[in-house]
């Protein structure tokens, strides 16, 4: 009876070492690309993670219209586009349309033909990331596995070395 009670003490407390930390979140306890749902500028397209193109590194920046980071990083990466020509970039707000299409119309981000913006339509990416500030940046490498999460500015060059 004793060896049971033992028996039993020991597969719990093993068990119980063997769970999950809760607290993390979630993009550290699952570190691919979240499902991603943009509703894009037409306001009737969507686009999901299916259609992220395989094989590139993905720079995800969770934005705000009015948020002045969020403006000196598009006009920077607007700059220098060339730069990131090798990296998928997918640009995602919380805002409406209508701010998020004025937003792309005044930095022109429109000429990068490598970026995608869109209006999260449930709301996902902000607490897969626990965001408390924007910018919100997550870097992954071409197999979709996360690189590192960076909440505020960061200048576009430590940004591009990132992905080396």
């Not at 509703?39 to 720079?59: E, F, G, M, Q, W």
């Amino acid at each position: 009876m004793k060896k049971i009670i033992l028996f039993c003490l020991i597969l719990l407390s093993s068990a119980s070492y063997a769970q999950v930390d809760s607290t993390l979140p979630p993009f550290k306890r699952f570190p691919n690309l979240p499902p991603i749902q943009l509703l894009l500028a037409d306001s009737t397209t969507k686009y999901t993670k299916k259609d992220i193109p395989k094989n590139k590194p993905v720079l995800l920046m969770l934005f705000s219209p009015d948020c002045s980071h969020c403006q000196h990083t598009a006009e920077e990466m607007v700059q220098r586009k060339d730069e990131l020509k090798n990296i998928t970039i997918i640009m995602a707000t919380l805002h409406s349309i209508k701010e998020m299409n004025a937003f792309v119309d005044k930095y022109g981000l429109n000429q990068i033909p490598n970026v995608t913006i869109g209006k999260d339509l449930y709301y996902i990416m902000p607490s897969f990331y626990a965001v408390k500030n924007f910018p919100y940046l997550a870097f992954y490498n071409k197999k979709g596995q996360l690189i590192m999460g960076y909440e505020g500015s960061m200048p576009l060059s430590k940004i591009i070395n990132t992905f080396k």
